[in-house]
């Protein structure tokens, strides 16, 4: 019996942690209503496009405390320059709102999109 927890137990932590480290593509996806980053972008992708900055200022709000949420989940697992770019692109959105440049807002958005598609790779 202690042989096999002597083998069991380095194992299945090893197993573990394997799991975490490569589990960046699925950990980044929504497990729920309050962590929707990618579909929260396109939502601020059609605020803004319709000139709606309420609605947009309030999405930005749901989206960075959303990817608070998705980077306790990844931060083992992604790049860390990642992480940092996504968060400045959201600090970023935050500030063309306040003076309702689109064109500003659209360009972080597609770079968000790049930087969501190569996360956790």
């Known amino acids: 019996m202690n042989r096999f927890f002597l083998y069991a137990i380095p194992l299945v932590t ?7 480290m490569t589990g960046g593509s699925w950990l980044k996806q929504p497990f729920g209503e309050k962590d ?7 939502k601020l992708e059609g605020y ?30 992604a790049e860390r320059e990642y992480m ?16 309702k440049d689109q064109k500003a807002i659209l360009q972080e958005i597609y ?9 956790g790779r």
């Open 48 to 77: 803004v496009g319709d000139g709606d900055w309420d609605k947009a200022q309030e999405e930005v709000d749901y989206t960075a405390k959303a990817w608070k949420k998705v980077v306790n989940r990844i931060q083992f697992s």
């Open 111 to 119: 770079y968000f999109y790049s930087l969501w598609e190569n996360l």
């Open 84 to 99: 940092l770019d996504i968060a400045g692109v959201i600090a970023k959105i935050e500030g063309s709102i306040k003076i």
């Open 36 to 42: 929707r980053v990618y579909e929260s972008f396109e």
């Open 14 to 20: 090893l197993a573990i942690f394997i799991v975490i």
